[in-house]
Structure formats: C-alpha cells, structure tokens
C-alpha cells in the first residue's frame, strides 16, 4: 500500500527539484568538520565580544537544522550535533548569493555545514557568523513539533532516531551508558581480569533458570539456543586456566515484557578463581560505587525521588532472616513442608507441581514480603538449594553460598560460591531434568561437558553477575528499561 504524503512531505519533495535547478545535490558529500559545537565553546569560554573579532577563530562545523527564521538577505538558524547546538548568523553579503539562494531552501530537519567567525550576539549568545554553506542532506519528513511531538514512550522507542534527534535525555542516555560500560571495564582490567566474548548459540539450555529462544542451524540440522546466560562457557575458562574472566553479554530469555524486562538483554559475568561469594561481595560493591564516582561525580544518586546512597557498607542479610522479620517462620529450622505450603496458600501464593521442599517455599515468601522493603544497597544471602543449582552449599546444605544484590526493591546481581564438585554438579542437573518433568520450563538440561570439565578440576571459584541494562536505568534514573535499550523489543502497533 503506497504511503500518503501530507502536505510538508509533499513541499519537501518539491524541494528536491529546486536543489537539482540549484546544481545542489541533496544527498551531500563528505564534509571535512574542524570544529563541533562542544569545541566551539570551549575556543569562545570567558572571551569578550571585542576579544572575538579581534582574535578571529573561525570554524568549520556540521549539523542539522533544528531552529530557522529566514529574514531576506539574512538569517539566524539554530544547528545540533551530537553535542548540542549553536546559532549561526547567515547573510547574502558573507556567503554571496549564489549561497544564499540555496540556503533559502532549507528547512528544519536538513543537514548543513558551515565555515565562519566566532562571536556573540548582543544578548551573549555565541553564534558563528558565516561565510561558507555547504548543503548535505534534504530531510524528506518534518520533525515533530517539539513539545507535543513524541511524548509516547511507545512511539519514542519505535522512533528512536527521532527520539535523539528531539530529546536530549534520551542522547545523555545513549551517550552515557557506553561510559558506565568502560568505567566497569577499566575496573575490572584494573584488577588483571581478561575481557572475553563467547557463543551466543549454545547447543544444552543451562548457566540459568530461564525459558529460551529456539533457532535450527540447516547445516548441521540441529536446534540451538540462544544463550540465557554466559555462565557455563566462561566457567569452563577458569577450569582452562584464564583465571580472571569477564564478559559484557547480550543475553535472550523468551519471557514477558515490562518496565524492568526485554527478551534481550545485557549483563557482565565476573568469574575470579581462588575467589568466593565474599570476594564477590566486594567485588561488586566496589565496581557499583566506582562507577557512580566516574561517570557522576557522586555515590548518592536519586531514582524516581528515592535517596540511594552507594558511599556505606552495603547491608548483608540472609534471606532466611529477612523471611523470619516478615512471616516469624524460621526455615533455617524445622518446617514441615505441609506447614510451609498451607502457610503460603494462606497468603494467595500459588504453589508450582514442582515445588517439592522447602526452599521453593522460602524464595516464594521472601519474593512475597521482603523485596519490597529492600531500598538501600543490601546483599541478600543463603539462598534455597533447589533454585541454586549452580553453587556451592553452605555448612547447612538447604542453602547455598549465594547473594542476590538487591537496589531499590529489584535485583541487579547474582553471586556464587561456584560449585566446583562434579558429582555435586550431575546430582543437581538430574534434580532439575525431573523439576522439567514436572512441568518447570525454566530448568537446566544435563550438560555433560560441563561436568567433564569440572572433572579436570576447576579451582575454587567466585562468580557474578550484574544486569547492565537495570544499573543503567539506575544510575541515569530512567523508569523504564525501553529507555535505556536502544532499540528494545516492541509489540505490533495497532
């Protein structure tokens, strides 16, 4: 079906013949810059309008037009690049007309270069005064009307070219996260971990409880996965002897999608042998609030009006304490299962068929009680054994050496003692194929390999891992993870 134009479209195509009757092509060519809008005010900073027609620097800048009123023989035009914008003073006398005539073709939304001079208007605006155009590209559509243009986050995030090109939170934001990715990157090469990427197609679901993406490779006629979690291949490094490992991963979980979920997403995994869930703790502690320093010049941050504090200790709590506080139900004593479940169906919790002790029960109740509450930075440790297949035990073997960091009542990262017994390991994934059986979609598969690696001898292992996109968020206060994804998965307009 041919799209109908509306009237702006239709005059900017008109444009077009006009440009070609100029000589003009409307599609540019490359544009050699010397200057961008940040450098321009850094050349003009604390300099005097006099000092500037004195000292004469010129420029050479680029952008799109974003603010036009053409006056005649001159104009005033407002042009934006990646780092903001600048008005340019444009006349028939500095450009001749041949230039000019040109110019005057312009609309809001085309890209243009100018060369030129330095000054400050009477009101103390800096403006370069030009002396050469140079038209780059015709933009066929209008931008939306500033204030009652794309105010639909829906809309801002099919659009996201519009989006930076209109809000400058969202260009802060995509600028911005890069710059929390290095700040963690330097840290961690800091401390002499090695960068490395790994398989996003894996053929056995495992690293996490999670449901997957199926795709089938035609050569080799078989299904993969696409990779829920980096974990399994970046463990089998350490057990290769890289010792130090990490990895910035896009990871797929075929699962809802709201404010703080997308099908994709992307995390850190830091894997540290002869490490433990407690250099881990400091690990993670060290690398949040770090970060927080680089990028924002502070550890106190404010999320959607809450007061987050990264300076202090983090709290450490286990989960059975919290659990306690909420319930008065003690699971590090004796519970009968029966009492558990009648206990949590009391409270409207829906009991899976594959709920078969107590653990399952206790991560239920705390999900139910306690995340909620948990605002300031706080490690939440002793997780049920059932939902950690992955970890070591603890000298209780209900629970295991695990902690869930927990910011602002959502988690954003996952912590082990990494389980380095291989017949602890096969115990535990044959635990999770009969959850499978009983109707758990998210469970592990047997993965044989990985327990052939192990059997090689993995040193005792500290592991974690740090939800990017939720830190992001976080740290930019953004309220939504679609604001901090570029392109986030959308459902169908209507």
Same mark, same amino acid.
């Given at each position: 079906?041919?799209? %109908? +134009? ?39 900073? /604390?300099?005097?309008?006099?000092? +500037? ?9 680029? @952008? ?5 009123? %053409? ?37 809001? /939304? ?13 009101? @103390? ?63 961690? #090469? ?16 495992? @690293? ?23 974990? +399994? ?88 304490? +919290? ?9 590090? @004593? ?61 000298? #209780? ?28 390991? %096969? ?68």
């Amino acid at each position: 079906m041919e799209e %109908k +134009l509306n009237d702006q479209e239709l005059a900017r195509r008109e444009k077009l013949k006009k440009l070609a009757e100029l000589g003009v092509n409307p599609w540019g060519e490359a544009y050699k810059r010397t200057d961008t809008t940040l450098t321009c005010r850094e050349k003009s900073e /604390g300099k005097t309008n006099e000092e +500037l027609e004195t000292n004469h620097i010129y420029v050479d800048v680029a @952008g799109r037009i974003m603010f036009l009123r %053409k006056m005649g023989k001159a104009s005033f035009v407002n042009i934006q690049d990646k780092f903001g914008k600048i008005q340019i003073y444009i006349s028939i006398d500095t450009v001749g007309e041949e230039s000019y005539n040109i110019f005057k073709v312009c609309d809001i /939304g085309d890209i243009v270069g100018f060369y030129g001079r330095l000054m400050l208007t009477r009101t @103390g605006e800096l403006t370069i005064r030009a002396e050469k155009f140079a038209f780059l590209t015709k933009s066929l559509k209008p931008l939306p009307e500033k204030f009652h243009g794309l105010t639909d986050v829906e809309e801002r995030c099919r659009h996201r070219y519009v989006d930076l090109i209109m809000n400058e939170q969202s260009k802060r934001t995509a600028l911005l996260r890069p710059q929390i990715i290095r700040s963690m990157q330097r840290f961690f #090469d800091a401390r002499g971990f090695v960068e490395v990427e790994t398989s996003v197609l894996q053929p056995i679901l495992g @690293g996490a409880n999670a449901r997957p993406f199926i795709t089938h490779h035609n050569t080799l006629n078989k299904d993969f996965y696409l990779r829920i979690a980096t974990e +399994l291949q970046l463990k089998r490094l350490i057990v290769g002897g890289l010792e130090k490992v990490y990895e910035f991963g896009r990871l797929f979980r075929n699962e809802g999608m709201d404010t703080k979920h997308n099908p994709e997403f992307t995390t850190v995994e830091v894997y540290e042998a002869y490490g433990d869930l407690q250099s881990m703790r400091e690990l993670a502690e060290n690398v949040i609030r770090n970060t927080c320093k680089e990028v924002l010049g502070t550890t106190k941050i404010n999320y959607q009006g809450i007061e987050i504090d990264f300076g202090p200790e983090f709290r450490w709590v286990s989960m059975a304490e +919290l659990v306690k506080e909420k319930t008065g139900l003690d699971f590090t @004593g004796d519970i009968k299962f029966e009492d558990a479940v009648d206990f949590a169906k009391k409270h409207g919790i829906k009991v899976e068929p594959h709920w078969t002790s107590n653990g399952y029960i206790l991560n239920a109740l705390f999900e139910e009680f306690c995340e909620k509450d948990l605002v300031q930075p706080t490690f939440v440790y002793g997780h049920p054994i059932e939902i950690s297949p992955l970890t070591k035990k603890s000298a #209780d073997p209900r629970f295991t050496e695990r902690f869930e960091l927990y910011i602002n009542t959502t988690e954003y990262a996952n912590a082990y003692s990494e389980l380095n017994d291989p017949i602890d390991q %096969k115990e535990r994934f044959i635990a999770q194929l009969k959850a499978k059986e009983l109707g758990d979609d998210e469970a592990n598969e047997m993965d044989s390999d990985f327990i052939e690696a192990l059997e090689y001898g993995m040193p005792p292992t500290g592991g974690i891992g740090i939800g990017i996109d939720r830190l992001v968020m976080l740290l930019l206060d953004q309220p939504s993870i679609r604001e901090v994804i570029l392109f986030p998965c959308m459902r169908d307009e209507k």
